[in-house]
């Protein structure tokens, strides 16, 4: 056995043994997936772990300073999430205060909060909630007399969430007692499956929320002097629901985070599967327990992706508002750590989608894709270029947006521009035809010129947009288009009918090379 094989498999120990999964008890899909992912460095080693874990506390630190805030209070609920998220704050600086609050808890799971505390050297608060959780049960019954009483499914989850929202609220005053902010504790893990309370478990700053529950976490927690019997502890929500975080689920969070990653995976390089199809393209039709814990996975990722998205916000129907109000915080308010342009460099998921498709046509016929664009300004080829392993389907683009830059790289004549303005089919052939001139390497050009608003410009309203496409040895075609909404709408709305235009004009190429 090789030096790397023998690290690989002494990872695959001990993330089985921190993962609470015996040696021998994944199924066979998950054996080989979990495999796969440590070569793919998707469940890191410690050496890399210990990296992670001074980024977020140095993250942390950041914060402290840049909000100019030092105070942080949570909820010791007795688990190892929070036990963590006080270590990781502490060790970043913070003053760390946490409570415990327990409402008809395990004494146990109580005494390992205090313990916890004690350990990581945070002042420490008790309050039992118990009266209190009652008193609302009993004032509640006046509207529905089976909120205390009723033993099923449904009942116990209302009783755990007001349960987890009079200790949110607890938190919440005594943040505002101390002039801090309240800690969040929840995992990546718990994120996906939905495994939270809205407005219960969720606070202002989540220091572990990019963390996997089955690895990443207990890992941590050894690593920050969390107490063995917090990190070694069986996930409870402590909420009375159900039997544990993992029984609630339907799958263990070693089988959860490896699935996840698989779907993942499988999502970026194919993203309109289908959830019919997904147990196929994953490779489980020979393991059935693979296939049941999919879909649960599915299931509950169905049922809980509204909690991601909390709170559903609709667009305004003429202007873009939150994206400037987004902007106006990033410019003179947020503190810089939490700055990201990850924003600017994403597309829907049909979009994603949209343009896989057009990729793999292009690449099964062995050809390539130039794009000219005036109002997107790039956008189309970068939503290309977003798709894995594009470079044998992308030869480039033409950002083409002023009337000069048309002439100049392109080759149209001054006097078309001039005559019918750039906001024309024959102007948009023309770039589709003069893109292909000047990249020999392309095959299917696709052409844009349009007016994204939000006002008129040179005789066209805004929402006005042509699409022009041209494979090699054939003529170009313009289809004009209105699009609705402000300017992201039809720059969206633009994408779209581009991508699909290249198709089209891939599939007529190839009805005629037929």
Same mark, same amino acid.
């Given at each position: 056995?090789?030096?790397?094989?023998?690290?690989?498999?002494?990872?695959?120990?001990?993330?089985?043994?921190?993962?609470?999964?015996?040696?021998?008890?994944?199924?066979?899909?998950?054996?080989?997936?979990?495999?796969?992912?440590?070569?793919?460095?998707?469940?890191?080693?410690?050496?890399?772990?210990?990296?992670?874990?001074?980024?977020?506390?140095?993250?942390?630190?950041?914060?402290?300073?840049?909000?100019?805030?030092?105070?942080?209070?949570?909820?010791?609920?007795?688990?190892?999430?929070?036990?963590?998220?006080?270590?990781?704050?502490?060790?970043?600086?913070?003053?760390?205060?946490?409570?415990?609050?327990?409402? *008809?808890?395990?004494?146990?799971?109580?005494?390992?909060?205090?313990?916890?505390?004690?350990?990581?050297?945070?002042?420490?608060?008790?309050?039992?909630?118990?009266?209190?959780?009652?008193?609302?049960?009993?004032?509640?019954?006046?509207?529905?007399?089976?909120?205390?009483?009723?033993?099923?499914?449904?009942?116990?989850?209302?009783?755990?969430?007001?349960?987890?929202?009079?200790?949110?609220?607890?938190?919440?005053?005594?943040?505002?007692?101390?002039?801090?902010?309240?800690?969040?504790?929840?995992?990546?893990?718990?994120?996906?499956?939905?495994?939270?309370?809205?407005?219960?478990?969720?606070?202002?700053?989540?220091?572990?929320?990019?963390?996997?529950?089955?690895?990443?976490?207990?890992?941590?927690?050894?690593?920050?002097?969390?107490? *063995?019997?917090?990190?070694?502890?069986?996930?409870?929500?402590?909420?009375?629901?159900?039997?544990?975080?993992?029984?609630?689920?339907?799958?263990?969070?070693? *089988?959860?985070?490896?699935?996840?990653?698989?779907?993942?995976?499988?999502?970026?390089?194919?993203?309109?599967?289908?959830?019919?199809?997904?147990?196929?393209?994953?490779?489980?039709?020979?393991?059935?327990?693979?296939?049941?814990?999919?879909?649960?996975?599915?299931?509950?990722?169905?049922?809980?992706?509204?909690?991601?998205?909390?709170?559903?916000?609709?667009?305004?129907?003429?202007? !873009?508002?939150?994206?400037?109000?987004?902007?106006? !915080?990033?410019?003179?308010?947020?503190?810089?750590?939490?700055?990201?342009?990850?924003?600017?460099?994403?597309?829907?998921?049909?979009?994603?989608?949209?343009?896989?498709?057009?990729?793999?046509?292009?690449?099964?016929?062995?050809?390539?894709?130039?794009?000219?664009?005036?109002?997107?300004?790039?956008?189309?080829?970068?939503?290309?270029?977003?798709?894995?392993?594009?470079?044998?389907?992308?030869?480039?683009?033409?950002?083409?947006?002023?009337?000069?830059?048309?002439?100049?790289?392109?080759?149209?004549?001054?006097?078309?521009?001039?005559?019918?303005?750039?906001?024309?089919?024959?102007?948009?052939?023309?770039?589709?035809?003069?893109?292909?001139?000047?990249?020999?390497?392309?095959?299917?050009?696709?052409?844009?010129?349009?007016?994204?608003?939000?006002? !008129?410009?040179?005789?066209?309203?805004?929402?006005?947009?042509?699409?022009?496409?041209?494979?090699?040895?054939?003529?170009?075609?313009?289809?004009?288009?209105?699009?609705?909404?402000?300017?992201?709408?039809?720059?969206?709305?633009?994408?779209?009918?581009?991508?699909?235009?290249?198709?089209?004009?891939?599939?007529?190429?190839?009805?005629?090379?037929?």
């Amino acid at each position: 056995m090789s030096p790397g094989a023998e690290t690989a498999a002494a990872l695959k120990t001990e993330i089985l043994d921190l993962a609470r999964q015996p040696t021998g008890a994944l199924s066979p899909w998950f054996e080989a997936r979990l495999e796969e992912q440590l070569a793919q460095d998707l469940f890191l080693p410690g050496r890399e772990l210990e990296a992670v874990r001074q980024k977020l506390v140095r993250d942390l630190a950041d914060y402290r300073t840049q909000a100019g805030i030092d105070t942080a209070v949570l909820g010791m609920s007795g688990g190892v999430d929070s036990a963590l998220t006080a270590a990781l704050l502490k060790a970043a600086g913070w003053r760390v205060i946490g409570l415990t609050l327990p409402i *008809e808890q395990d004494p146990i799971e109580t005494e390992r909060g205090v313990e916890a505390c004690a350990a990581l050297g945070l002042e420490h608060l008790h309050l039992d909630l118990s009266a209190p959780y009652e008193a609302g049960i009993a004032s509640l019954a006046s509207l529905d007399g089976r909120i205390g009483s009723a033993d099923d499914a449904a009942h116990r989850t209302r009783r755990g969430n007001l349960r987890a929202r009079l200790r949110m609220m607890t938190l919440y005053d005594q943040a505002h007692r101390f002039g801090g902010l309240v800690a969040s504790t929840d995992n990546f893990s718990e994120l996906g499956a939905g495994f939270w309370t809205l407005h219960g478990d969720v606070g202002d700053l989540a220091p572990v929320q990019s963390l996997l529950k089955s690895w990443e976490v207990p890992w941590m927690a050894r690593a920050s002097g969390v107490p *063995e019997r917090t990190w070694r502890a069986m996930p409870t929500d402590g909420l009375g629901i159900g039997g544990g975080d993992e029984a609630q689920i339907g799958a263990t969070y070693l *089988e959860w985070d490896i699935l996840i990653f698989a779907l993942m995976a499988i999502l970026r390089d194919e993203p309109d599967l289908s959830t019919q199809h997904l147990a196929f393209v994953l490779g489980m039709d020979e393991d059935r327990h693979a296939q049941l814990v999919l879909g649960t996975v599915l299931a509950r990722l169905a049922a809980t992706w509204h909690k991601r998205a909390n709170p559903i916000r609709l667009d305004h129907p003429r202007t !873009d508002r939150y994206g400037p109000l987004a902007a106006l !915080d990033a410019r003179l308010f947020r503190p810089a750590v939490l700055k990201t342009e990850a924003a600017m460099l994403s597309f829907s998921g049909e979009l994603q989608a949209m343009a896989n498709h057009l990729v793999r046509a292009l690449e099964a016929r062995g050809q390539k894709l130039v794009t000219a664009e005036s109002c997107t300004a790039g956008l189309l080829a970068a939503c290309v270029a977003q798709v894995p392993a594009c470079s044998d389907a992308l030869s480039g683009s033409f950002v083409t947006y002023s009337p000069g830059m048309k002439i100049a790289a392109l080759g149209l004549p001054e006097a078309l521009i001039d005559e019918r303005t750039v906001y024309d089919p024959e102007v948009a052939r023309r770039m589709a035809t003069g893109a292909l001139a000047a990249a020999p390497e392309a095959w299917l050009a696709i052409a844009i010129t349009g007016v994204a608003g939000p006002d !008129d410009d040179q005789g066209k309203p805004a929402g006005w947009v042509c699409i022009a496409t041209a494979c090699r040895g054939s003529g170009a075609e313009a289809v004009e288009h209105r699009f609705d909404g402000g300017p992201e709408q039809v720059i969206a709305a633009t994408l779209r009918a581009a991508l699909e235009a290249g198709r089209l004009a891939l599939a007529r190429d190839a009805g005629q090379d037929g």
